[in-house]
């Protein structure tokens, strides 16, 4: 193939492994990283490997698609019986009635003739069997039974057939009468003797050579032979089963959204799952589910993640982390918080950033003030430190983004931004910045520039494969660091409910939906958290964060105002009417 040959070694390899479809385990995969062999054959083969791995199909994936969809299958099942059923009802009965009739040699005056006659009788048998539906034996029926039928028409409801090796000839006739089909079993059979009888050859003596005699005259049937009801129904619930499986595999497999966890596994070439966080029922849904309930599975999905966040790369630990999605409501702003929360557990500072300058929804989440922010800061009306809002006494603060700028990527990418996330490492330990989605614009592809890591939410039946391939490759696209991905409103797994507690039985689950019916909402859950924060600050002393949540001062520099002017009053708020304020400022919000 001249000295730039292509090797042919490498294409039978690469075929070899297309054909056998061998899978390969995480082990290899990290053994094909750390090697880089860059020869052509191991190029074509590393792309065959791949290939293999994102089309080959297990038996579970197939196991899965159906019990997914196993209530499609149940109708399809049903609607084939309850069809089939409605069919055999309303077709009407159909009876069979059967005479036999023998075929035989006149007589014989040797036994040469007769073996001769009975060679002839076994040859002719099926000649003679074709004739009962002909119109010479059915004419003279159809004037014997005063039929209002033509010849044609009535040979559909005659069958004669011949036994092999025997001499005997069955006469089928099907009516919707009993009475009536034996009657033309009957006819035929005499007719057919007849008609033999005009068309045999006869001997010298103009006797006729070849008789047929009715040896079993036909009786009217006591059952139908159609429809069958009980075959038919199962027939039709057998074609839905076969078509609601085949119509499951096939929406499964043309189906691109992420439905589990494992559909992202083929990503872990280019950022690995750091946690998974289950879903949440309506009813019990919180941004601030590490406050809410944290001993809940959610609560330690969250924790679980800033422990493998903090395991990445332990010699250089991450400190500005940004938060984002492919698309829209997969979960990124309520992954930020409770990311940011769980952080601060740890005793760390933590400043969490709302970057999304387009739809801003972490003060709304909180029950922050989100008037002034990070675009009062970017467009130089105010510091950092006067538009902060400390978040209890757990080390976290929260910069709202402020009011909705005309131009937010412009501030995005502007020196004052910069200079905001190099303040912000040098005051706090950690920095988490909820960014806008990668797909719709590319604020986030520039904040992941600026931060040491970026942190990529897919959620579970919101977003397609391809989405989230298309955001991955956008982040590296830009020089941007991919620390993982976080798969949000997952089903939640029966070990870990199991763990935080037995499973409970039929009545205890009804009694916990009843109470869980009556449950207090989103906002009043928020009030409550935020009421227990202000209660924890006013028995440790009076701070800014109860003058935010009282609705007076909102910042920190408004807090040392009026700290100076003296208008809390030297006692400050108490706790019911912290308690009362946030859920008046939360009511008011949701109205608005």
Same mark, same amino acid.
């Given at each position: 193939?001249?000295?730039?040959?292509?090797?042919?070694?490498?294409?039978?390899?690469?075929?070899?492994?297309?054909?056998?479809?061998?899978?390969?385990?995480?082990?290899?995969?990290?053994?094909?990283?750390?090697?880089?062999?860059?020869?052509?054959?191991?190029?074509?083969?590393?792309?065959?490997?791949?290939?293999?791995?994102?089309?080959?199909?297990?038996?579970?994936?197939?196991?899965?698609?159906?019990?997914?969809?196993?209530?499609?299958?149940?109708?399809?099942?049903?609607?084939?019986?309850?069809?089939?059923?409605?069919?055999?009802?309303?077709?009407?009965?159909?009876?069979?009635?059967?005479?036999?009739?023998?075929? +035989?040699?006149?007589?014989?005056?040797?036994?040469?003739?007769?073996?001769?006659?009975?060679?002839?009788?076994?040859?002719?048998?099926?000649?003679?069997?074709?004739?009962?539906?002909?119109?010479?034996?059915?004419?003279?029926?159809?004037?014997?039974?005063?039929?209002?039928?033509?010849?044609?028409?009535?040979?559909? +409801?005659?069958?004669?057939?011949?036994?092999?090796? =025997?001499?005997?000839?069955?006469?089928?006739?099907?009516?919707?009468?009993?009475?009536?089909?034996?009657?033309?079993?009957?006819?035929?059979?005499?007719?057919?003797?007849?008609?033999?009888?005009?068309?045999?050859?006869?001997?010298?003596?103009?006797?006729?050579?070849?008789?047929?005699?009715?040896?079993?005259?036909?009786?009217?049937?006591?059952?139908?032979?159609?429809?069958?009801?009980?075959?038919?129904?199962?027939?039709?619930?057998?074609?839905?089963?076969?078509?609601?499986?085949?119509?499951?595999?096939?929406?499964?497999?043309?189906?691109?959204?992420?439905?589990? *966890?494992?559909?992202?596994?083929?990503?872990?070439?280019?950022?690995?799952?750091?946690?998974?966080?289950?879903?949440?029922?309506?009813?019990?849904?919180?941004?601030?589910?590490?406050?809410?309930?944290?001993?809940?599975?959610?609560?330690?999905?969250?924790?679980?993640?800033?422990?493998?966040?903090?395991?990445?790369?332990?010699?250089?630990?991450?400190?500005?982390?940004?938060?984002?999605?492919?698309?829209?409501?997969?979960?990124?702003?309520?992954?930020?918080?409770?990311?940011?929360?769980?952080?601060?557990? =740890?005793?760390?500072?933590?400043?969490?950033?709302?970057?999304?300058?387009?739809?801003?929804?972490?003060?709304?989440?909180?029950?922050?003030?989100?008037?002034?922010?990070?675009?009062?800061?970017?467009?130089?009306?105010?510091?950092?430190?006067?538009?902060?809002?400390?978040?209890?006494?757990?080390?976290?603060?929260?910069?709202?983004?402020?009011?909705?700028?005309?131009?937010?990527?412009?501030?995005?990418?502007?020196?004052?931004?910069?200079?905001?996330?190099?303040?912000?490492?040098?005051?706090?330990?950690?920095?988490?910045?909820?960014?806008?989605?990668?797909?719709?614009?590319?604020?986030?592809?520039?904040?992941?520039?600026?931060?040491?890591?970026?942190?990529?939410?897919?959620?579970?039946?919101?977003?397609?494969?391809?989405?989230?391939?298309?955001?991955?490759?956008?982040?590296?696209?830009?020089?941007?660091?991919?620390?993982?991905?976080?798969?949000?409103?997952?089903?939640?797994?029966?070990?870990?409910?199991?763990?935080?507690?037995?499973?409970?039985?039929?009545?205890?689950?009804?009694?916990?939906?009843?109470?869980?019916?009556?449950?207090?909402?989103?906002?009043?859950?928020?009030?409550?958290?935020?009421?227990?924060?202000?209660?924890?600050?006013?028995?440790?002393?009076?701070?800014?964060?109860?003058?935010?949540?009282?609705?007076? *001062?909102?910042?920190?520099?408004?807090?040392?105002?009026?700290?100076?002017?003296?208008? =809390?009053?030297?006692?400050?708020?108490?706790?019911?009417?912290?308690?009362?304020?946030?859920?008046?400022?939360?009511?008011?919000?949701?109205?608005?």
């Amino acid at each position: 193939m001249g000295k730039r040959g292509f090797p042919g070694p490498c294409i039978a390899g690469s075929v070899w492994v297309l054909l056998t479809k061998t899978r390969v385990t995480s082990h290899d995969r990290g053994s094909d990283n750390t090697k880089q062999d860059t020869s052509p054959c191991s190029r074509v083969t590393i792309a065959a490997e791949r290939h293999t791995r994102e089309q080959q199909v297990d038996l579970g994936q197939y196991v899965a698609a159906v019990r997914k969809r196993w209530l499609l299958t149940l109708v399809l099942m049903s609607m084939g019986a309850v069809g089939a059923f409605a069919v055999a009802r309303s077709t009407p009965p159909s009876y069979q009635a059967t005479a036999k009739v023998f075929v +035989s040699v006149s007589s014989a005056d040797s036994p040469g003739e007769l073996v001769q006659g009975s060679t002839y009788i076994k040859n002719v048998v099926e000649s003679y069997a074709a004739l009962a539906d002909l119109p010479v034996v059915l004419d003279p029926i159809i004037d014997e039974l005063r039929l209002n039928v033509s010849a044609k028409s009535l040979s559909d +409801s005659v069958t004669a057939e011949s036994p092999l090796n =025997t001499n005997i000839i069955d006469i089928q006739a099907t009516d919707g009468d009993p009475q009536a089909a034996s009657r033309l079993a009957n006819a035929v059979a005499r007719q057919l003797s007849t008609a033999v009888a005009d068309l045999s050859p006869s001997d010298a003596g103009a006797k006729q050579a070849v008789s047929v005699n009715v040896v079993a005259p036909a009786s009217p049937p006591a059952f139908a032979i159609a429809p069958r009801t009980r075959l038919m129904v199962i027939t039709g619930g057998g074609l839905g089963v076969a078509l609601g499986l085949v119509l499951s595999i096939a929406l499964a497999f043309l189906d691109t959204r992420v439905r589990e *966890p494992r559909d992202v596994e083929s990503f872990e070439e280019t950022a690995a799952i750091l946690g998974t966080i289950p879903v949440q029922p309506k009813r019990k849904h919180s941004p601030l589910a590490t406050l809410v309930d944290p001993l809940s599975p959610r609560s330690e999905a969250y924790r679980r993640l800033q422990t493998n966040l903090s395991y990445i790369d332990a010699s250089t630990p991450l400190q500005v982390i940004v938060v984002t999605s492919a698309t829209l409501g997969e979960g990124k702003t309520s992954t930020a918080i409770n990311l940011a929360i769980a952080l601060g557990e =740890t005793s760390r500072r933590v400043l969490l950033i709302d970057g999304d300058l387009r739809r801003p929804s972490v003060a709304t989440s909180m029950g922050l003030e989100g008037a002034a922010g990070l675009t009062t800061v970017l467009i130089g009306r105010a510091d950092v430190a006067d538009v902060v809002q400390p978040m209890g006494p757990m080390h976290v603060d929260v910069l709202a983004s402020g009011e909705v700028p005309p131009n937010p990527h412009q501030l995005i990418e502007s020196i004052a931004m910069r200079r905001v996330i190099d303040l912000a490492r040098e005051r706090y330990d950690v920095v988490v910045i909820d960014a806008p989605p990668v797909l719709p614009v590319s604020d986030a592809a520039v904040l992941s520039r600026l931060a040491d890591a970026a942190l990529v939410v897919v959620g579970c039946k919101r977003v397609r494969r391809a989405d989230v391939r298309d955001a991955l490759r956008d982040l590296t696209g830009v020089g941007a660091r991919v620390a993982g991905l976080v798969v949000t409103f997952a089903p939640e797994s029966e070990s870990s409910n199991q763990y935080y507690g037995e499973r409970p039985g039929f009545f205890a689950s009804v009694r916990r939906r009843l109470q869980t019916r009556f449950r207090p909402d989103e906002d009043s859950a928020r009030a409550e958290v935020l009421g227990r924060l202000a209660r924890e600050e006013t028995a440790n002393g009076p701070s800014t964060t109860s003058a935010a949540l009282d609705g007076r *001062p909102a910042t920190r520099a408004e807090a040392r105002r009026a700290a100076r002017d003296g208008s =809390t009053g030297p006692g400050g708020p108490t706790a019911d009417q912290l308690e009362s304020a946030a859920r008046e400022s939360a009511r008011a919000k949701q109205r608005t």
